[in-house]
C-alpha cells in the first residue's frame, strides 16, 4: 500500500522504531533539546503507552516540573521536564529547563479508603 510505504519512509527518517527499548529512548531524550515533556513526547512513538503522567510535581513560580513514565519493550523510562507554563508570555525555552530521561521501575503502594 502507498500509504504503509509513505509511513514507513517518514519513520526511517525520523529515526523511530515502534519496538523501542529503555536505552534507546533514554539516549533519545539526554541526546536532544527538548525544554517541555510535551516537546519530547513528540518524538516517542504512539504505540509506547504512558502509565504515569505528572509524578512528582515540582512548583515554580512561573511553571512546574514533573516526571512521565512510558512502558517501552523492555521496562520503564521516566522522563523529567517542565510540565506546565503558568505565564502567557512564556515559551518552553525560556523556562530554562531541559527534558531529562533514566530508567524507572514499577512498585506497588498501598493506600485506604473509607469502606461503603
Known amino acids: ?3 504503509i510505504g509513505w509511513f514507513q519512509r517518514i519513520m526511517n527518517l525520523l529515526n523511530l522504531d515502534f519496538n523501542m527499548k529503555k536505552q534507546e ?6 541526546n536532544g533539546c527538548y ?3 510535551w516537546q519530547a513526547e513528540d518524538i516517542i512513538p ?5 502509565v504515569a503522567e505528572g509524578l512528582n510535581l515540582d512548583e515554580h513560580r512561573w511553571y512546574s ?3 512521565n513514565v512510558y512502558q517501552v519493550e523492555d ?12 505565564s502567557e508570555m512564556q515559551m518552553w525555552e525560556d523556562l530554562d529547563v531541559i527534558c531529562e530521561a533514566c530508567e524507572y521501575e514499577e512498585y506497588t ?8
Open 75 to 86: 521496562g520503564f523510562v521516566g522522563i523529567w521536564g517542565a510540565y506546565q507554563s503558568f
Open 25 to 30: 529512548l533514554i539516549d533519545k531524550i539526554n
Open 1 to 3: 500500500m502507498i500509504v
Open 35 to 37: 525544554h517541555s515533556l
Open 46 to 50: 504512539k504505540d509506547v503507552p504512558q
Open 65 to 67: 516540573t514533573a516526571v
Open 109 to 116: 503502594t498501598v493506600s485506604y479508603k473509607p469502606k461503603n
